[in-house]
């Protein structure tokens, strides 16, 4: 028979995972009860709407048998099956996407972190522990089986052959044992396969059976000393009642971190679990859970957020991302419910009333714990801000601020307060009485925005300020407008309506600034005497509206929109810059004018803005050395 070949990347992992000195390798046997257990999912949905199935949900089952003779482990399933072309595209190759990132981790580190089942390469970690494989598979609908077998890296054959039922059994021969002893023999014992199941599998909701040793008493043997032998009885190894359906008081942290950390494919445990179970109007129980981590896809296309979606046992959705926003797509978890109605399709569920109102209370659910978190567990909170702040950002800018009520509180910016994060309910509660604004100051790093001009007045007056760095932290504070009533107030923005800041002395020296103004055109909105700037002779400031950091954002995100802030030339009418600078105006005009120019420049350089002319500038600068 012709000898098909894995595909090369395929291959080259194949032979890292035959080679492997990965210590979990006990974890083949989840990943193949899983794929069982999916595979019994896929046709038991089928079952819904298609009665050809002719299967109700007891009828299901997964069985693992143990030929010793044969050195042989069998894990069997009444499942979907497969047809040819879906063992030559699902187990001839590994999926592309996962095996480049599986396999860096696998030469990287040692393979200490159980990152076999994350990547989706679950069938082949059973060559870790078996030199050859059958699997004998038929798919529904379809009168013929098919056997696929191989040896590992050298390829594999696939051919027609005979199966009474629709499933798929998965025949591993179990290697010898190598260096170490019963590295491997252990698989051959019905009690290493019985722990195994309950470790990783206990929760899987069809029963996991297999024929274990019971001992008996003989037939005729004297009951005053009975003779006792071994007879061999099919036993159920998991509990199957999900964790979700438990009471709360009943499961420990470490069973809800366990089911987390086995069921997503998590190496890390979560950071929170929220166990929620409702009568009422609709009646669900939900098992939410918030990464420790930021999964592997996270953020990228690749990454499908939501919810596995059950209804009396059967899964109906892996992905269902009607059930929490946005905001919330780093969630995992699993939900259940009787009620929801089966009979629609899956497209029709998006607008299921039930659902709606499942949605919004695990909306809030998450909300709530969100808010636990950062009262009582701050450190937490600022790793998970680390996480996923980024995300609930974001979904802040959604429609125009549309979000607000529900992520305000949520919120981290950095202030100047102890120079660490603040939350803006906790920026409130330390406003002055007399102040009247959160203010908060935009700029490219927590040090630039220490150093600019324009956040003297603030700190003289000891007032708090948000460091924006985030671009988007501006666009937030703009759609939302204010906090609790508090409005934002950006350092930049002219008037910080301050007791004590300077008079405004534009009219006293309206010559000088006519003649800057003239100077720079277009370029500069007006050009006025400061009322704030201290020590430094210049600055820009935008008035209302849009400001420098909201240009910048909308010139990178869209361009086409070209939306520019004013450019107000703010001038420290005490600096001897400007004293200079009037007196060369009487004097020698020329000159003045490029003191205009530098004025300007330096302007546009504090507020990050490019220069338009950069070696115009320097120039410029060089010629006052003559
Ligand atoms: P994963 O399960 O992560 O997709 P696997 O390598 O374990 O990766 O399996 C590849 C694919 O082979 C599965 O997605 C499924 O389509 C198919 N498959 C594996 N085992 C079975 C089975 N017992 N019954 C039906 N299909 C299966």
């Known amino acids: 028979m012709e000898k098909r070949e894995f595909k090369a990347e395929s291959r080259r992992l194949l032979e890292l995972m035959i080679h492997s000195i990965y210590t979990h390798k006990e974890i083949f046997l989840r990943e193949l009860i899983s794929n069982a257990s999916d595979a019994i999912d896929k046709l038991c949905w089928l079952g819904l709407t298609d009665e050809g199935v002719g299967m109700a949900r007891e009828d299901f089952e997964i069985r693992l048998t143990l030929d010793k003779e044969k050195r042989t482990l069998t894990v069997s399933d009444n499942g979907i099956g497969m047809d040819e072309s879906e063992l030559e595209n699902n187990l001839g190759v590994i999926a592309e996407s996962g095996s480049a990132l599986f396999r860096r981790e696998l030469e990287g580190k040692e393979t200490e972190a159980d990152v076999i089942g994350q990547f989706g390469v679950g069938f082949y970690s059973a060559f870790m522990v078996s030199d050859h494989i059958t699997v004998v598979t038929r798919k529904y609908g379809s009168d013929r089986g098919w056997r696929w077998e191989s040896d590992g890296s050298d390829g594999y054959t696939v051919e027609p052959c005979e199966k009474d039922a629709v499933g798929t059994d998965v025949i591993l021969h179990i290697r010898p044992d190598g260096e170490e002893a019963d590295e491997f023999s252990r698989y051959m014992r019905e009690y290493t396969i019985y722990k195994l199941v309950k470790k990783y599998s206990d929760y899987i909701r ?103 979606l059950y209804s009396a046992g059967v899964l109906i959705m892996d992905r269902c991302q009607d059930l929490l926003g946005d905001e919330f797509n780093f969630v995992r978890g699993v939900v259940e419910s009787p009620d929801l109605n089966l009979n629609v399709s899956r497209e029709l ?137 508090k409005q934002f107030r950006s350092a930049m923005a002219g008037d910080l309506e301050l007791d004590g800041e300077k008079k405004d002395e534009t009219e006293a020296y309206r010559d000088a600034f006519g003649f800057i103004k003239a100077r720079l055109g277009d370029r500069v909105t007006e050009v006025k005497a400061s009322t704030r700037l201290k020590t430094h002779p210049v600055c820009l400031s935008s008035g209302k509206g849009i400001t420098f950091d909201m240009e910048k954002y909308f010139t990178a995100v869209q361009p086409e929109l070209g939306m520019k802030a004013k450019r107000i030339l703010e001038i420290n009418v005490d600096h001897p810059a400007f004293r200079a600078f009037d007196v060369a105006r009487v004097v020698d005009p020329d000159k003045a004018a490029k003191y205009a120019e530098i004025f300007y420049n330096q302007a546009l350089l504090i507020a990050g803005l490019p220069l338009e002319d950069p070696s115009g500038y320097t120039d410029l600068v060089c010629s006052l050395w003559n």
Do not use: C
Not at 249 to 255: D, H, I, K, Y
Not at 404 to 433: C, H, I
């Open 206 to 308: 069809f029963p996991i059976r297999m024929l274990m040793p019971q001992p008996k008493i003989k037939e005729g043997s004297d009951p005053k000393s009975p003779e006792f032998e071994e007879v061999f009885e099919w036993e159920t190894f998991n509990s199957m009642v999900p964790l979700w359906q438990r009471r709360k008081s009943e499961v420990t942290r470490e069973e809800y971190d366990a089911f987390y950390q086995e069921h997503f494919d998590d190496p890390e445990p979560p950071q929170s679990v929220i166990a929620v179970s409702a009568e009422g109007l609709v009646s669900y129980k939900a098992l939410l859970y918030i990464p420790g981590k930021v999964p592997v896809r996270y953020g990228t296309d690749d990454y499908k957020p939501g919810l596995q």
């Open 349 to 485: 569920l998006q607008h299921d009333r039930q659902l709606k109102v499942i949605s919004s209370s695990l909306q809030k659910k998450v909300k709530a714990e969100l808010e636990t978190m950062l009262r009582e567990r701050r450190e937490d909170y600022e790793k998970f801000w680390k996480n996923f702040g980024r995300q609930l950002k974001i979904s802040a800018l959604d429609n125009y601020g549309a979000k607000k009520e529900q992520l305000q509180d949520l919120l981290l910016f950095w202030s100047s307060a102890d120079n660490a994060l603040t939350a803006l309910g906790e920026y409130v509660e330390r406003m002055k009485p007399e102040q009247k604004y959160i203010y908060y100051a935009p700029g490219d790093s927590v040090a630039a925005i220490e150093r600019l001009p324009q956040i003297e007045t603030l700190r003289e007056h000891e007032l708090e300020i948000l460091y924006f760095t985030d671009r988007t932290d501006e666009i937030v504070s703009d759609m939302f407008r204010d906090y609790k009533g």
